[in-house]
């Protein structure tokens, strides 16, 4: 029980569903580890990565098993779970418009209402940039245009977007996560559907003291995800809270977990069953735990520097650094239902 995980590498493909393909080209060494929360051992393969992912294109972000691309102001759409011998397919998206006083080379990421956007009509790919500016545009209409909208909200700023399928919105918590905020195409577009969120007094933070309380509060980096469970039609916050140590060189991570009804009612929970929560620099996903049964109910972190998965019952950490990721997104299209 004194190990940690060894030689983690970047896929969930053995781990956490069956998928046989994730990227291709590039390879990546593979690895063996071991949960000692669950006495699991996780075989991770070789994977293939395009060899411009990790060069000259910039990705911006990954929704539905698309990569999304930034360069000269064009985003562009890529499937990377195709065979090396067929090619990904490429979907470039028209020239963004930029609103006065939008940072538009800097996203916070990239969220897709479908995983067909070439041949469906009703997809639409919405774009977060820091700052005021939400995008969105539907890639399979002949005159696809983007449809930029100003947020005028600051709490919004700096917030991850994603997909609603129960609202049919794109929705992002303000940023000490009170309320979210919804935008669509239509009647939301201009004036986004604004959620309070509801606390009640009998249901405060599970065992939090005043002094871990405070340390949450000082931590220098809180960021808040939406995710959508659709196995089991629930929806989360997650408040992810992270204390840097130049001195130690190392990140101290807290996960706090609140499940969201329809009606805003907001109560923090640490257990969400047989589910695994995955964040990276793509959309926040949510999925059964089905491979590895006994790791469920946790988070699955990844970043440039560091691989982890958090136990959000007790908030126990296992970890691998220094992990030098170049792609630190999750991507599989069979991630997802």
Known sequence: MSHLLRR?????????????????????????SWVP???????????????????????????????????????????????????????????????????????????????????DEDCIVAVKFLGPQLSLCRPAQR?????????????????????????ETFSMPASRGHYIGSWDLGRHMKEPKIQMLRLPDEAPIP????????????????????VESLHTDETFMVKWYTESHPIANNLWDHFLVLKIDKEGNAVYT?????LCILLSMSEAICIPSKSNRKVKNSVYMLREQEFAIVMIDTNQKFCQRPFACSLPYYISKRLLI
């Open 37 to 119: 929360v669950s006495g699991e051992t996780i075989s991770v393969p070789y994977l293939k990565v395009p060899m411009e992912l990790l060069k000259e294109i910039g990705i911006i972000g990954a929704s539905h098993g698309w990569v999304a691309t930034l360069k000269n102001g064009v985003v562009c759409l890529q499937d990377d779970l195709d065979l090396p011998d067929t090619g990904p397919k490429h979907i470039p998206l028209p020239p963004f418009v930029t609103l006065p006083h939008c940072q538009t080379q800097i996203v916070t990421n990239v969220s897709m209402s479908s995983s067909s956007p070439d041949d």
């Open 270 to 274: 640490k257990d969400i069953g047989h």
């Open 143 to 167: 005159d696809c245009k983007w449809s930029n909208i100003r947020i005028t909200d600051p709490s919004f700023f700096s917030s991850h977007v994603m997909y609603s399928k129960r609202d």
């Open 207 to 226: 065992e939090m003291t005043e002094k871990k309380w405070q340390r949450l509060e000082s931590c220098c980096t809180k960021q808040h995800y939406l």
């Open 8 to 32: 983690l590498r970047l896929s969930l493909r053995r781990n956490l569903t069956t998928s046989s393909r994730c990227f291709s080209y590039y390879y990546v060494r593979g690895a063996e």
